[in-house]
């Protein structure tokens, strides 16, 4: 019982941990060269995130 309470705990802290610093470890783990490629060609290839990032950028071509 004992065990089962201090793991929800420390899953519950850990958990708390991640959110309060999500910035810092994202800043620390997109920092990493190769990372920051893999996860660009992985957001870029899911299907419409290309299209709508290149229109918020550059505009629509129909304004």
Do not use: Q
């Not at 994202?26 to 290309?50: D, E, F, H, Q």
Request: hydrophobic share 45%; charged share 15%.
């Amino acid at each position: 019982m004992s065990r089962a309470i201090s793991s929800i705990l420390m899953i519950g802290t850990a958990g708390y941990a991640i959110y309060r610093y999500r910035y810092r470890l994202m800043n620390l783990i997109l920092g990493t060269g190769w990372i920051r490629k893999m996860a660009v060609s992985t957001i870029m290839g899911m299907p419409g995130t290309k299209k709508k990032l290149m229109e918020s950028v550059f505009g629509s071509p129909n304004r």
